[in-house]
T-cell receptor, first 110, second 109 residues
Framework: DVKVTQSSRYLVKRTGEKVFLECVQD?????MFWYRQDPGLGLRLIYF???????EKGDIPEGYSVSREKKERFSLILESASTNQTSMYLC?????????FGQGTRLTVV | RKEVEQDPGPFNVPEGATVAFNCTYS??????FFWYRQDCRKEPKLLMS???SGNEDGRFTAQLNRASQYISLLIRDSKLSDSATYLC??????????FGTGTSLTVIP
């Protein structure tokens, strides 16, 4: 079974903090993605990566950055957290046409 | 215009009922189509792929209508365990996944 693991299920951070969300997959997939999921808006793509050290902006990259130093690990960084970044964050790894998601990180910025 | 649009529901149906969800997509060049299921507070998981010829997996039937650019999911003999949010997913140009906002289903005893 493919396993995608996100480092935290729940996080509470203060406005202005730098926040790191970690994601690790164990199947040697090249393609990894970060989404946020909000009620009524569905899943929106923040950033994705097709290879180590490679990153591409998704639909809503503002306020975020990413890091892919190793194939299995894809990190999402909130440079200066704001309350409008309170959301569910989902990491996914993809092979072919199937996406495998991590369990999600519910981030609250206060 | 959104790439993928779904009726958010909620759909509340009694056990044993048949329920159908539709989803429309905007890019006629889209090639691959899926339904994902997301349980409350869990991650989305692939339910089934959708083919032009239609496909069936037990009580679930998926259909694709390319001319009208919509995808459907039919659930027969609904079970309590079918309660979830169903996400329509389309792979568009550039090999990107596009997700619908999801349709919420609650099956009532």
């Amino acid at each position: 079974d493919v396993k995608v693991t996100q480092s935290s299920r729940y996080l509470v951070k203060r406005t202005g903090e730098k926040v790191f969300l970690e994601c690790v997959q164990d199947m040697d997939h090249e393609n990894m993605f970060w989404y946020r999921q909000d009620p009524g808006l569905g899943l929106r793509l923040i950033y994705f990566s097709y290879d180590v050290k490679m990153k591409e902006k998704g639909d809503i990259p503002e306020g975020y950055s990413v890091s892919r130093e190793k194939k299995e690990r894809f990190s999402l960084i909130l440079e200066s957290a704001s309350t409008n970044q309170t959301s569910m964050y989902l990491c996914a790894s993809r092979v072919g046409t199937e996406a495998f998601f991590g369990q999600g990180t519910r981030l609250t910025v206060v | 215009r959104k790439e993928v649009e779904q009726d958010p529901g909620p759909f509340n149906v009694p056990e044993g009922a048949t329920v159908a969800f539709n989803c429309t997509y905007s890019n006629s060049a889209s090639q691959s189509f899926f339904w994902y299921r997301q349980d409350c507070r869990k991650e989305p998981k692939l339910l089934m792929s959708v083919y032009s010829s239609g496909n069936e997996d037990g009580r679930f039937t998926a259909q694709l209508n390319r001319a009208s650019q919509y995808i459907s999911l039919l659930i027969r003999d609904s079970k309590l365990s079918d309660s979830a949010t169903y996400l329509c997913v389309v792979i568009g140009t550039g090999n990107q996944f596009y997700f619908g906002t999801g349709t919420s289903l609650t099956v009532i005893p």
